[in-house]
């Protein structure tokens, strides 16, 4: 049996709100998150509220990159073949962007032990926002002196099968602990798409914070270290992403397109401030399109199948 590389790295879902993102969003404030399911516990509302919060975050990365991709960010191994340019240079175009990392690459003249690893590094790297291009040895296979037994030379125009993992999307994570005033570090439930020198954001109400990970950071792991002091205390839950606002507010929108869809009514102030009752489900589609309107700039259309 021979199971694809990258059935292991795709599939990954991540939330892109918190329920307090959405209990304290004005968009989100026509709709009751307090009867979800009819006579139950707050306890499971808040249940309720997350597996929506689910289901429209991957409604946003279907209608960004189809059945497979996804804006979080995630670590992905992919494969094909691939000729090098008269540069020398083999040029990758991934399935999923933006390129935040290339952490390994194979080529050689098969697969398995045709494959050859690549030493990376910036001199033979070269990265890019939707591809990146490599620059290897002249030599690939395996060699007596040099006298080819198998494989062949990286050279112009030369047919190689090349495998690689890298790193793409955008940070999106939770923490998993409180941090106080003045704290130098957060910690985090998944540290993917998070480098030394990055901003990301603390998505906390009132206390949303913009802060810069320290140089000192040890990729990969979940405590992130940061340039400068907190100015706010921050509960566990709270999200750490780089995700573009629009992003969160079309996740927003599509919850309550979600709700409505359901029934579920809603209160709607007209232009004088009286406020006038609507069915949901005669504006659940409203909000379906003003969710897509913002995820328009995301969507990639080559490679979709």
């Known amino acids: 049996m021979v199971v694809a590389p990258f059935s292991q790295t795709e599939g990954v879902v991540e939330p892109y709100v918190s329920l307090d993102e959405v209990k304290f969003s004005p968009t989100a404030a026509v709709v009751d998150f307090t009867n979800l399911i009819p006579n139950s516990s707050q306890a499971v509302q808040d249940r309720a509220l997350y597996e929506l919060i ?3 975050s991957s409604k946003a990365d279907n209608f960004c990159y189809g059945k497979l991709g996804t804006l ?3 670590s992905n191994t992919e494969q094909g073949w691939y000729r090098p340019n008269r540069s020398g ?3 990758i175009g991934p399935s999923f962007t933006p390129i935040l990392a290339v952490t390994d ?8 032990s045709g494959l050859q690893e690549i030493t990376l590094s910036s001199s033979n790297c070269f990265i890019d926002r939707d591809q990146f291009w490599i620059t290897a040895p002249s030599t690939l296979g395996l060699y007596f002196g040099s006298l080819g037994i ?5 050279g112009y125009q030369t047919e190689m099968l090349c495998q690689w993992t890298y ?25 993917t798409g998070i480098y030394p020198g990055m901003h990301i954001t603390i998505w906390d109400g009132q206390m949303d ?3 810069q990970v320290s140089s000192s950071y040890a990729t990969g792991s979940s405590t992130i270290t940061l340039t400068n002091p907190l100015a706010f ?60 309107d913002l995820l328009e700039p995301f969507k990639v259309t080559w490679g979709r199948s």
């Not at 690459?105 to 398995?112: A, D, I, L, S, Y």
Request: glycine fraction near 12%; charge should be neutral.
């Open 54 to 56: 689910v289901r429209a």
């Open 72 to 74: 979080n960010a995630t």
């Open 89 to 91: 240079n083999i040029v």
């Open 105 to 112: 690459f194979q080529t050689g003249w098969g697969p398995g």
């Open 150 to 154: 198998a494989g062949g030379r990286w």
């Open 167 to 191: 790193v793409n999307g955008w940070a999106n994570t939770f923490t998993t602990s409180t941090s106080a005033v003045g704290a130098t570090s957060i910690t985090v439930s998944d540290p």
């Open 209 to 211: 914070e913009y802060v």
């Open 233 to 292: 205390k921050h509960g566990s839950g709270v999200s750490v992403s780089s995700i573009p606002a629009s992003v969160k507010q079309a996740v927003i929108h599509l919850i309550v397109g979600l709700i409505k869809e359901r029934g579920q009514g809603a209160l709607i102030l007209s232009d004088m401030g009286e406020p006038t009752s609507s069915s949901g489900r005669a504006t659940h589609l409203d909000e379906e399109a003003q969710a897509y």
